[in-house]
């Protein structure tokens, strides 16, 4: 009897996350499109996640454990090594799939054409408590690479599905990345296939406070992004006007973000090289969009040494919020 292998293969890689994963893994096997593998790659826990995970009786699990903690860009690696399915999706441990997510992403895929590597979804970002944030509404289709370039707009591996072929043809993901390393494999992707995306929100991204979460932790945030910009950013800040469809204000608004996440942590743990290069970040934005107050705010903030920036951003974002009351 020959083995029929899965259409699909989903890949959750988790750490501690035993509050959490269960919610993503009932969130796949509730889904509509019943054709898949789950593989659960579990990065050394120490709480009771094996336990939890364990508890789930459907042939379609399969449980991998690493024996010490390798970090998020090698547990995917270890559940692209195994996965079977013609088709790839990933699902953070913190994060939920709407029921008809992998339906609609199947057959999207299967009505575009075979370029179309990749396509991934709108998101609703939630809170603690399940509680609708925003809801984001990326959508930036076909050769998206000199785009990528300033933005992370595809966002979290959670939205995407894409065939296996293509990530045969990248090098996986980057494991000395701690911050970025989703980032770099959306960029390696670009370069040998074009994206699509669905103007739905099919995933729950969970907006939270974890310490060893790569997004909020200012170490790896630091880390991952020096490494990043040295690896994809060589030649955009020469030549940012040249690269990329986008217009120039939203470059500019993107190299922002850029040089304010390095500033933010940067100070926060001392690293000159990212406050250095988060200054250039601010420098080189304000040059793209010299009448931008917020730019000009941020730079000329940055000047007046580590211990004002802060402070200014701080003030920023308590007028932002006094704004949204009052506008409410």
Known sequence: MVETKPTVSVIIPTYNREKLVCKAIDSVLQQTFLDFELIIVDDASIDRTQTIVNQFEDIRIRYLRHEKNAGECASRNTGLAVAQGRYIAFLDSDDEWLPDKLEKQVAQLESVPERVGAIYTWLQIVDEQGILQKVRQPSIRGNIEQNLLYDNFVGTPSTLIVRSEYFEKTEKFDTRLRCCGDWDMWLQL????????????????????????GSTNSNSIVEGYLIFLKKHHTNLLKNYRQIGSIPLPQKAGYLLNVGR?????????????????????????????????????????SRLGNWIYPKAVRLENKSKQLLVSILK
């Open 190 to 213: 670009a370069r040998v296939c074009d994206f699509d995306f669905i103007a739905e929100p099919l995933v729950q991204y969970r907006n939270h406070s974890e310490a060893n979460r």
């Open 261 to 301: 996440r390095l500033l933010c942590h940067g100070n926060k743990i001392q690293h000159h090289e990212a406050i250095s290069l988060g200054r250039k970040y601010l420098w080189i934005a304000l040059q793209a969009n010299p009448l931008s107050l917020q730019t000009a705010f941020h730079y000329f903030s």
